[in-house]
């Protein structure tokens, strides 16, 4: 049994659970006996599964985290959302075209914006979501592809959103826009996709594929890393 | 400058007493003002606004949040994740205040193309001219889009609907109502021989210009009158023809114009 000290009280879903100070959310649920299927996926901050919705004990505001990242607080409350109902738009991304008015067309929601600010509050990524949002409204494409980029989806704007916005739909839609219309294709990339398909890297596939796990192991952890 | 970072002001001043959400767009765009004269891009915190309901929203707001200290708690615990809170600072003005501040002679100066010949009905609405203390000028005797439209060389026409309203939006739910509405101020412009009306707020143009169609159909005896901002106007006087987006009027002004040999 560890000290007291280290420990804090959480409640997952009503239910009251000690566990140990430090962990994340997600990592606390799984001390306290869940066994994680929905709600979990990269454990790592970059697949938006793990939205989760929580209060700390006597404070009135209602907070949002990834549970992956999130530490645990004494006092939290906690539920996760794993899923957020949202109804997907469909447009053929061939068809429609990066018009002034395309946000308003298929999100017409969107001028119901009162720049509340709460999605902004909600986003774990620490987006300017309301700013990409009214930036929609004015139709700045390139805007709301440079304020949204970091966004991975997790659904937590939507979910708190008073204005019932889907705010991760609309800054998708600007990406998809904007990479196919206003970016265009990456020379880079149509270059590599021929390289690939010519057979360029085959050989040293199949070098790899047959390489034991220790060398395999070495390779992966002495290799080059550019950012 | 455009500011760097600004959301829709609302377009409506709530004046629910218990509405503070709605004041919350207008509050946040006038922090960002004095965050624009604190990034150093600007000098003094004063937005112009070109359209009539921002002028509108952000002003009221603006008068709200300096003098109704228990709204201005709520909205600074609403808007606890910016920079700071909203000093209050911010002076909100329209481009026609600018104008005049300018000085009359001094656009008179720019004018390459005057307006000669054209009659103009200059219209306020509502929002450029009430409530009293918060318009462009005084509600029941306006002057300064005439003295706008005068020193660009137009020939002004005074009609007494200058400051009725166009219906605004009930143009939504009760079209007809509007339209009617916008109707009877159109009318009264061709009657007392306006060639165009000048105007400033895009929910007018919407009713008074885009609508003619229904208007048309309503009112057999309608024949139609182009409308345009008064910012086309000056571009049009200062000969910046491109800049005038005549294009986008809808009755086109532009065969009008080449009557009157101000268009090419």
């Known amino acids: 049994m560890e000290k007291e000290g280290k420990m804090v009280t959480i409640y997952v879903m009503g239910k009251k659970h000690r566990v140990p100070a430090g962990l994340t959310i997600m990592k606390a649920m799984e001390y306290a006996g869940y066994q994680l299927r929905r709600g979990v996926g990269c454990r790592g901050g970059f697949c938006g599964a793990c939205a989760t919705l929580y209060r700390v004990k006597g404070s009135y505001k209602l907070q949002a985290a990834l549970a992956c990242q999130k530490v645990v607080e004494d006092g939290m409350y906690i539920v996760q959302i794993p899923f957020t109902p949202a109804e997907k738009k469909l447009y053929d991304i061939e068809k429609i075209r990066p018009t002034p008015n395309v946000f308003v067309e298929h999100f017409p929601e969107i001028t119901r914006c009162l720049s509340c600010n709460t999605c902004t509050k909600a986003c774990p990524q620490d987006l300017m979501v309301m700013d990409y949002v009214q930036a929609a409204l004015r139709g700045d494409i390139e805007k709301v592809v440079e304020l949204s980029f970091d966004c991975i989806a997790c659904g937590l704007c939507a979910i708190r959103c008073p204005a019932e916005i889907v705010p991760y739909q609309v800054a998708q839609l600007a990406r998809r826009l904007y990479s196919k219309y206003i970016l265009g294709l990456s020379e880079e990339v149509e270059k590599r996709v021929a390289e690939v398909e010519e057979g360029k890297f085959d050989e040293e596939l199949e070098q790899l594929k047959r390489l034991p796990p220790e060398e395999l192991r070495k390779r992966y952890e002495s290799r080059e890393i550019r950012v | ?264």
């Not at chain 2, 808007?79 to 909100?92: F, Q, T, W």
């Not at chain 2, 000048?198 to 005896?221: E, H, K, T, V, Y």
């Open chain 2, 1 to 264: 400058m455009e500011l760097p970072r600004w959301n829709c002001c609302g377009t409506v001043h709530a004046l629910a007493k218990d509405d503070v959400m709605h004041h919350l767009a207008p509050v946040r765009v006038l922090l960002r003002v004095e965050e624009t004269v604190e990034a150093g891009l600007v000098d003094e915190p004063r937005v112009v606004t070109l359209c009539a309901m921002c002028y509108n929203t952000l002003k009221r707001a603006n008068h709200l949040y300096r003098n109704d200290s228990d709204k201005r708690r709520v909205i600074e615990s609403i808007m606890e994740k910016e920079s700071r809170p909203y000093g209050g600072k911010a002076e909100v003005i329209h481009l026609l205040e600018l104008l005049k501040e300018l000085g009359w002679e001094k656009v008179a100066k720019r004018v390459e193309k005057p307006l000669e010949g054209l009659k103009i009905a200059p219209y306020y609405g509502c929002l450029l001219l009430r409530p009293r203390g918060f318009g462009v000028d005084d509600p029941e005797e306006p002057r300064i889009m005439e003295n706008l439209l005068e020193a660009l060389g137009a020939e002004v026409v005074d009609i007494p609907f200058k400051s009725r309203c166009c219906g605004a939006y009930h143009t939504v739910f009760m079209k007809e109502e509007a339209a009617e509405l916008s109707y009877k101020i159109l009318r009264q412009a061709s009657e007392m021989g306006a060639d165009v009306v000048a105007l400033s707020c895009p929910l007018c143009m919407f009713n008074m210009a885009d609508r003619q169609g229904l208007i048309g159909r309503l009112f057999r005896d309608f024949k139609g009158i182009p409308v345009l901002y008064f910012t086309q106007l000056m571009a049009l006087a200062f000969g910046l023809e491109e800049e005038a987006h005549l294009d986008e009027n809808n009755p086109d002004p532009r065969p009008l114009l080449r009557e009157r040999g101000l268009w090419r």
